[in-house]
């Protein structure tokens, strides 16, 4: 219990520092709002929307984050612009909360297929999976199904080992239902608790990837129809927009679940995590802060706004 205090104490000083540059663009414009207004009224409600927006927290969460704090403002009758801060933190927090049943895949047999554009860290993210469910003393199978990237399979090769997970692979440029197909036989053959799809993300050919995907889909409904079926899109935070927009596209071709949101550590976007959830209702379940297998973590959403509005202490 200690050693998972620890971990989460160390991943929300990462999450601190990773979110620094979020913040620097976030909530520093809104702590001058706070503090430069003398009453709260129709121009600081519009700066403050000005702030969420240009912060990559989307028109969409912004206009929800505002009506609840305005709602909150009236019902607890707020004069003072700096006591909003507090409010809208909380409003926030609402606004990201996954809900218990977020992770339901880890306590049944269940098939997760990973979606997401090459170079957004796909490949890495099933790396980390496998080693958090192996941790927890899971049976992993990993299906190599990205079968058009040269690099994907060796990559997923050397995470499975490093995991200690099975893996099924595909040569490069075989059928990538027809990897899935023997992944399915193999997790079945060795009662596996997860299986970890890695599939190809091409959306500028969504036809392509939706006959796939689909076909993916038909072979594990067949083959595999008690499990439990979740579909995980990773998406890279530094593209923020962007970001949510290739959400939106996959959301189009398949039946997303969850997003997992990398290289957090490395953007001024951090705010795109807020937007997501806002507009596509998909909750965010994963962050990455870094490279290492403890810098994938649950998403939190406590954690994370709590991280978002801490100012880092000076080191001594």
């Known amino acids: 219990m200690a050693e998972e205090k620890k971990e989460k104490t160390g991943f929300f000083r990462r999450l601190v520092q990773g979110l620094g540059k979020t913040r620097d663009n976030i909530v520093s ?18 700066e403050l929307e000005e702030v969420l927006i240009m912060g990559d927290l989307g028109v969409q969460a912004t206009y929800d984050i505002l009506d609840d704090l305005k709602a909150k403002v009236r019902e607890r009758h707020i004069k003072e612009p700096a006591q909003c801060r507090e409010v809208l933190i909380e409003s926030i927090k609402e606004q990201m909360d996954v809900g218990e049943t977020a992770y339901e895949f880890e306590e049944k047999t269940s098939v997760v297929m990973v979606i997401g554009v090459n170079g957004v860290g796909k490949t890495t993210t099933i790396g980390k999976l496998a080693g958090k469910l192996r941790a927890q003393n899971k049976k992993v199978v990993l299906a190599a199904a990205d079968t058009f990237r040269a690099a994907a399979g060796e990559q997923l090769k050397e995470w499975a080992n490093r995991a200690q997970a099975d893996l099924i692979g595909g040569q490069e440029g075989s059928d990538p239902a027809s990897v899935v197909y023997d992944a399915v036989a193999s997790a079945k053959a060795r009662h596996a608790d997860v299986l970890l799809c890695d599939t190809a993300g091409r959306l500028h ?17 067949r083959e595999f129809p008690e499990a439990y079926r979740e579909t995980l899109v990773v998406l890279d935070a530094t593209t923020g927009q962007n970001a949510l927009q290739q959400a939106k596209e996959f959301n189009e071709v398949a039946d997303i679940t969850g997003i997992v949101l990398t290289k957090m550590d490395g953007t001024a976007k951090g705010g795109i995590a807020v937007a997501i959830h806002a507009e596509l209702g998909i909750p965010v379940k994963y962050i990455g802060v870094g ?24 080191e001594e």
Do not use: C, P, W
Request: aromatic share 12%; charged share 35%.
């Open 291 to 314: 490279e290492t297998i403890d810098d994938l973590q649950k998403f939190d959403a406590d954690a994370f706004v709590q991280a978002l509005f801490t100012v880092e202490e000076e």
């Open 29 to 46: 414009g809104m702590d001058s709002i706070f503090n430069g207004f003398s009453h709260i009224d129709d121009d600081f409600y519009e």
């Open 205 to 221: 050919n969504k036809k392509n990837l939706m006959e796939e995907l689909k076909k993916m889909n038909r072979i594990i409904d």
